[in-house]
């Protein structure tokens, strides 16, 4: 009896070892592989680089080019003295055409025809022609009249009044801001009135200081 339960075991044994033939051969390859495996990938001997201490630097030691100086911050006074002769150029430039534009305007004026012609139409007519008439003949009362005429252009021209021709001299007196002007304006008008409407006589002397007076006004800014 004992050697047939022996037989017994013996043959269950022999079946489980039939059915999975590997299960002990894998367990044993498996522990083998790992081992294996283990000493090829195995950093425990080696030891860790210490980890690099990083330190801030302090902003005065850090080095910093210092800002370089361009041609027009080491001549700073030729600089200036370039800039301030480029804008005399300028102005004077704008000064010479300006000159240009009024001499080309003033020859483009067309003659005058008589003094009635000028008085409608002041600022499109050259007074010139009847200016050396006049002259010529020594006729002081229409040389009175004409230099008039040529001052009210000139204080049109210098923004003092604005010339129509149906305004009046009073008019144009309230319209001068300049006190200097306007007081000189008033004086010339004086003569002016005696002489043109009034028929006055006025000899050589007296035209030559009322005419003073116009061309003193003519050149007032």
Known sequence: MVSMRLYKYLFIFLAVIACNPNSFAQEGLSKEAYDELREDYDYSDIEPKPEREERQRPIEELEVDPPTSSWFTRNAWLSTALAVLVILVVVYLIWLYQQRMDNAKVSELKAATSVEHAEQDLLNVSLDELLEEASAEQDLRMLVHL????????????????????????????????????????????VFDRVWYGHKPINSVGFDQWMNRVKSLQNEK
């Open 147 to 190: 230099n008039f005429l040529e001052l009210l252009r000139s204080l049109h021209n210098q923004n003092h009044i604005s010339w129509e021709p149906y305004k009046t001299n009073g008019q144009y007196l309230l319209e001068i801001v300049n006190d200097t002007v306007r007081q000189g304006y008033a004086e010339t008008v004086v």
